[in-house]
């Protein structure tokens, strides 16, 4: 397994946690950027490290994963499953 690089060893800030509570999602995030395009950025990563822990774990190819993700998120967008609550962090 790939060493963790330790958030605290330099500047740093967490955006994004997200939970499977009671089989429903729960996101807790910060803004955290001036440019709401690099959410595009942090989203698209994301989906990066899904698709290769499939194919590390012989689930399927990373580009089948990436695949799979990028189908999805596409349609929960168009036709969103479960649109949720936001509040922002006081």
Known sequence: MAEFRDATEAESSEV?????????LEVHLQRAFD????????????????ARVF???????EDDALDSIQ???EAELDAP??????????
């Open 81 to 90: 499953t479960d649109e949720g609550t936001t509040e922002p962090n006081q």
């Open 16 to 24: 994004v946690r997200a939970f499977i509570v009671n089989g429903a």
């Open 35 to 50: 440019d709401p395009a690099v959410w595009g950025i942090l989203l698209a990563d994301i989906a990066r490290h899904a």
């Open 71 to 73: 189908s999805m998120f």
């Open 55 to 61: 194919e590390a774990e012989g689930v399927c190819s």
